[in-house]
C-alpha cells in the first residue's frame, strides 16, 4: 500500500516561515504529479500548489511569491516552503499525488498562523 506521510506543521507568528515535508513509501518518480492541499471548518479542500514529473510548478493565486513547492527524488520527499505566513494560511496541509488512476493522500498536517 503506497502511503504518504507529512510533517513540519506547527504554531508560527504572521510574517513567519515554515517548511512542510511530504515523504513516500515509494519513489516519487513513480508518480505523475504531487501537492499540497488545504482545508478549513469552513471551507473547501482547495490546491495551494503542485509539482509534476518534471519539475513543472502551478501554484494558488494567493500563495504565489510567497510558497515553494519543491521535490527531492533521492530520498522520495515533497517540500512545500512557505514565507511572510498570514493568519488566512491557517489550515490543516495535505500532500497529494497522482498515483496511475489513483488519488492517494496524507492523514494532514496542521498549520497555525497568529496575528
Known amino acids: 500500500q503506497v502511503q504518504l506521510a507529512e510533517s513540519g506543521g506547527g504554531l508560527v507568528q504572521a510574517g513567519g516561515s515554515l517548511r512542510l515535508s511530504c515523504g513516500a513509501s515509494i519513489s516519487i518518480f513513480s508518480f505523475q504529479q504531487m501537492g499540497w492541499y488545504r482545508q478549513t471548518p469552513v471551507k473547501q479542500r482547495e490546491l495551494v500548489a503542485t509539482i509534476a514529473r518534471d519539475r513543472v510548478t502551478n501554484y494558488a493565486d494567493s500563495v504565489k511569491g510567497r510558497f515553494t513547492i519543491s521535490r527531492d527524488n533521492a530520498n522520495n520527499t515533497v517540500y512545500l516552503e512557505m514565507n511572510s505566513l498570514k493568519p488566512e494560511d491557517t489550515a490543516v496541509y495535505y500532500c497529494?499525488?497522482?498515483?496511475?488512476?489513483?488519488?492517494?493522500w496524507g492523514q494532514g498536517t496542521q498549520v497555525t498562523v497568529s496575528p
Open positions: 497529494h499525488a497522482r498515483y496511475w488512476a489513483d488519488q492517494l
